[in-house]
């Protein structure tokens, strides 16, 4: 998984994290609150026609008072309620709904709310299912009280499908709204990744132009502090390398350079003595050979000198080379099949494989402190 992924993975994780963190307590506060307001509501419509009624309960017969009739038919047109107010004995003296008979008991154990009003004089508030309409029903009922007696009682009951639908068009708003939040995250996480992303990809550019031999390779420095430490890093580590490629590549041409004059005038030197024959001329055949050893590693040496600047991915292991330069094919693999050539930083070239003949002609075995073959 790339760094970008990651970073707006986490950016989404934490947002929705919070989001979540804060809207489950806010919808449930907005439910509470949404059923709070509405029973209160619904308790100060009983409490207000209770005490609009109370004379006319006291003075109810048979038939009724068409006024409390009248009362009870516009509050629950105007509230869209059930309201049925009954007397002192629990029995229905007036109900908007017309479903229960005038004269009925109501005051029963299948309805406590009435004996708690009537018999109790407290305030009673309850949730119940109503078979019939299919939903659930608030049912808020009040006592209603003359001269300090209770002689009634009066009941509302309202749906609760308005309250429960606002409920649920205030979570979908939260919802909406915490999926916004999470999106703006996540959006503010990618403008952020732009940046660190960008020099992040020239920080790996750099290095892979720098494997591939451009020593001049570099990565700007105009970045957030953290990268700023790693651009300079690398930097200062290219230009470590650079000067130490440099300075070696120096140092194998000057070597190089100054052995071959010397192997040019011994060269001159045995070829007169091989003229003059004799023992001495056998001897200094043989000791051209292992002059000819010596010029073909200086050609190395040279060699070494160009693939260093156009192998740099190879610095760790030089040898053996993948590819050959041209026209030092022939040395190169002649001494390497020969004395089982390899680079190797820091040390002296061992004497193995210059033979004895080697050393009877007085030349002596090279020696290399950056670059040595063996």
């Known amino acids: 998984m790339s760094f970008r992924a990651r970073l707006l993975l986490a ?67 105007a509230r869209d309620q059930r309201v049925v107010v009954t007397a002192a004995s629990g029995r229905v ?43 659930d029903l608030l049912l808020v009922t009040v006592p209603v009280v003359d001269r300090g007696r209770v002689v009634g009682a009066v009941r509302l009951s309202a749906g609760t499908e308005a309250v429960e639908s606002a409920v649920r068009a205030s979570w979908l708003r939260l919802a909406l709204l915490g999926g916004v939040v999470v999106v703006a995250g996540v959006l503010v996480a990618w403008l952020l990744e732009l940046p660190l992303g960008r020099q992040i990809r020239r920080l790996a550019d750099a290095s892979t132009r720098l494997g591939q031999g451009d020593l001049a390779a570099r990565v700007p420095e105009d970045c957030p502090e953290e990268l700023r430490v790693l651009a300079r890093s ?98 190169w693999s002649r001494s390497r099949d020969r004395f089982g050539a390899r680079a190797a930083l820091g040390r002296r070239a061992p004497t193995r494989g210059w033979g004895r003949h080697s050393a009877g002609s007085g030349v002596p075995p090279p020696t290399y402190r950056t670059l040595t073959l063996g």
Not at 120 to 125: E, K, L, N, S, V
Not at 314 to 321: E, N, V
């Open 93 to 135: 003296v007036a109900d908007s709904a017309g479903t229960a008979a005038l004269g009925q008991l109501y005051a029963t154990s299948g309805r406590p709310e009435f004996r708690t009003a009537l018999f109790q004089g407290r305030i009673d508030t309850r949730t119940r299912y109503s078979d019939t309409l299919g939903e």
């Open 234 to 331: 690398f930097n200062q580590m290219a230009t470590d390398v650079e000067s130490s490629i440099e300075a070696q590549r120096e140092f194998v041409a000057n070597a190089s350079h100054q052995l071959r004059t010397p192997l040019t005038g011994l060269r001159l030197r045995l070829e007169a003595i091989v003229g003059e024959g004799g023992p001495p001329g056998e001897q200094a055949v043989k000791a051209q050979r292992e002059v000819d050893r010596l010029t073909a590693l200086v050609e190395d040496l040279l060699a070494l000198r160009d693939l260093a600047g156009r192998q740099l991915a190879r610095l760790r292991t030089l040898l053996p080379w993948r590819k050959r330069p041209p026209g030092r094919g022939r040395h």
């Open 11 to 77: 950016a989404f994780y934490l947002t929705t994290a919070a989001v979540l963190a804060l809207s489950i307590p806010l919808a449930l506060t907005v439910e509470r609150r949404a059923d709070s307001d509405y029973e209160a509501a619904v308790l100060g419509d009983a409490a207000i026609l209770a005490a609009r009624v109370s004379d006319l309960v006291v003075s109810a017969a048979d038939p009724p008072s068409p006024r409390l009739d009248r009362l009870v038919a516009e509050n629950a047109r």
